[in-house]
């Protein structure tokens, strides 16, 4: 077999044969070695139209056209070819079309497969280095690829979502990110958190699938659970610790120790103890591992008898999400909610006021165990691609990159 034949074989260039072949040193045609290759149309072969995919014999014209390929033997690859429109009888002028080259592309089929396999790992800039393409080259091959691969999305047999916010930039910028809680896979990424944002994604999934939700865990944003309710008629809504507990901290905890500290600023030894206690505050006692930390909050809730009524409240409302017996759960809320009453702290009093128009859905956890802690994973995925600038300043091709990070697992 002689050399160009090889090449041929190797190259796997369906309707061409090669022409002439170089390699250049490095220097010569750039800073690395490079292969460079003619290719031209097999005389004779059957072309098909890339509109309506019937061969024919009929060439329209051929331009020349430079395309990179995956490099060889360490050497970046670039074909010279002579790219043909065929004169289709039902088309007219249409690109040829080929396995391995797609009708507008600069790169081989094969190499723009490479360069979205490693972006799945790697930053586009690395990427376009190691191949040595543009930056933007690199990110519009894999903003095709996720395009063609994750849309549209499967929202068959759907019946739970669990729904959250996130930044998108410090500031008041949100998107909204939809999870289906057993595979973990996210469905939608969306910008805004209102309702008319996350509209799009029941129009979506649209009115039969709607119809088989029978649960959404999310906060308490309004906009969320007024959209649910409209589209999905027999969803219970279901709002998780998180948020709840969060919220508890800052309308409760936070104002009250700062109340304290100021009521007691003539006590130099209870001052120390309250300033910088905030987050001991807000922990769990078995999370806090230093001993210096656990023995300064056992301190501070033996002098303050209001922050001590507080962090254990706040203990004690978790407990609502561990039942299974709504009936139950809604006894020991009103129990809650009497201690709270009875605690003489406004803010307490406020708080469980506020809380107790959520509580239908706080007590539907003990018929859906869901809650948006699974989103955690989700979250930081976010984080990391930012910080590595996956595409931050396109939004698109950053909700998809979340949805890529996030297929789902086997159930």
């Known amino acids: 077999m002689s050399a160009a034949n090889a090449i041929d074989v190797l190259g796997d260039w369906e309707g061409y044969d090669t022409g002439l072949i170089g390699r250049f040193a490095p220097g010569v045609k750039g800073p690395t070695a490079q292969v460079w290759i003619e290719l031209h149309p097999m005389p004779g072969h059957k072309m098909c139209c890339s509109g309506c995919f019937r061969f024919t014999h009929r060439v329209h014209d051929i331009q020349e056209r430079w395309i990179q390929d ?9 074909l010279l070819v002579q790219r043909q429109r065929v004169n289709c009888p039902h088309c007219g002028p249409k690109a040829q079309l080929l396995p391995w080259l797609a009708p507008y592309a600069r ?3 094969r190499l723009a497969a490479e360069v979205a396999m490693l972006c799945a790992t790697m930053t586009i800039k690395d990427v376009a280095a190691y191949f040595g393409l543009g930056w933007d080259t690199v990110k519009a091959i894999h903003q095709h690829h996720l395009h063609r691969t994750l849309n549209p999305p499967d929202l068959d047999g759907i019946e739970h979502i669990v729904m959250d916010e996130f930044a998108i930039h410090k500031g008041h910028r949100y998107a909204t990110v939809i999870l289906e809680p057993k595979s973990r896979r996210v469905l939608w990424v969306g910008k805004g958190r209102d309702r008319e944002s996350v509209r799009e994604f029941f129009t979506l999934l649209g009115p039969e699938r709607c119809a088989k939700i029978t649960a959404a865990a999310m906060d ?24 709840v507990i969060a919220k508890f901290g800052r309308e409760v905890i936070d104002p009250v120790r700062t109340a304290e500290s100021r009521r007691i600023e003539n006590d130099e030894h209870e001052r120390t103890l309250i300033k910088g206690s905030r987050w001991l505050l807000l922990r769990n006692m078995d999370t806090i591992k230093r001993p210096e930390d656990r023995v300064k909050l056992m301190d501070l809730l033996a002098v303050n008898q209001n922050l001590l009524t507080v962090y254990l409240l706040k203990d004690d409302l978790k407990r609502l999400w561990s039942y299974r017996s709504r009936h139950h759960a809604r006894e020991f809320w009103l129990s809650w909610k009497a201690r709270a009453m009875e605690s003489g702290l406004h803010q307490l009093e406020n708080f469980a006021r506020k809380l107790d128009a959520y509580i239908q859905g706080i007590i539907a956890h003990a018929a859906f165990p869901l809650n948006t ?8 995925t976010i984080k ?5 600038a996956y595409g931050f300043r396109d939004l698109d091709y950053f909700f998809l990159k979340i949805r890529a990070a996030f297929p789902g697992i086997a159930g």
């Not at 990391?384 to 590595?388: C, D």
């Open 107 to 109: 790169v081989t089929t």
């Open 70 to 78: 995956l490099p060889i033997l360490g050497a970046p690859t670039h």
């Open 220 to 243: 308490m944003t309004a906009a969320y659970a007024a959209e649910v309710r409209m589209h999905c008629p027999d969803a219970e809504i279901v709002y998780d610790q998180f948020h």
């Open 384 to 388: 990391v691609i930012k910080r590595t």
């Open 373 to 380: 802690s699974i989103l955690e994973g989700v979250n930081n």
